[in-house]
């Protein structure tokens, strides 16, 4: 122990340091504002099914979305009431369904789903969490009603 070189035990704790910031920026950012939701659909079209080369990433931002403590587990219903009125009260419960893949923007689309029993127009909601490829963050969280069909 006496010769163990301190520059690496530096180097893990500036490491460590890093990792920690970087995964918590997310849940800073939803206890401090809101702008980073939009009521309304992702404007890009032409998405595809997630191949597996992302199931790493995508374990990760769902951990990040999911983790944070609320009486239901589901994700952002508060922020959501902040931002879209008309979901208040609304007891939402989301869940992930699935992941598609923007390649022209270099984004991934995180669908979560939260149903409306027994609702004569809308099945429920729906959160799109927009993750940037390039820097494996959430860009925007886009909600919507979605309609019977």
């Given at each position: 122990m006496k010769n163990f070189p301190k520059w690496i035990l530096f180097f893990f704790l500036v490491m460590l340091a890093c990792l920690h910031q970087k995964s918590s920026n997310f849940r800073r950012s939803l206890d401090s504002?809101?702008?980073?939701?939009?009521?309304?659909?992702y404007p890009h079209r032409g998405l595809h099914p997630?191949?597996?080369s992302y199931g790493k990433l995508i374990k990760?931002?769902?951990?990040?979305?999911?983790?944070?403590?609320?009486?239901?587990?589901?994700?952002?219903?508060?922020?959501?009431?902040?931002k879209c009125?008309?979901?208040?009260?609304?007891?939402?419960?989301?869940?992930?369904?699935?992941a598609f893949l923007d390649e022209k923007n270099g984004k991934i689309l995180m669908h979560y789903f939260a149903g409306i029993p027994h609702h004569q127009?809308?099945?429920?909601?729906?959160?799109?969490?927009?993750?940037?490829?390039?820097?494996k963050r959430i860009e925007r969280v886009y909600v919507f009603p979605v309609p019977l069909e």
């Open positions: 504002d809101y702008s980073f939701v939009v009521c309304g659909r997630v191949r597996t990760k931002i769902r951990k990040e979305i999911e983790c944070r403590e609320r009486p239901n587990g589901s994700p952002l219903p508060n922020e959501i009431a902040q009125p008309e979901t208040k009260d609304k007891n939402l419960e989301f869940a992930y369904r699935s127009i809308f099945a429920g909601y729906a959160e799109h969490f927009i993750v940037n490829l390039r820097s």
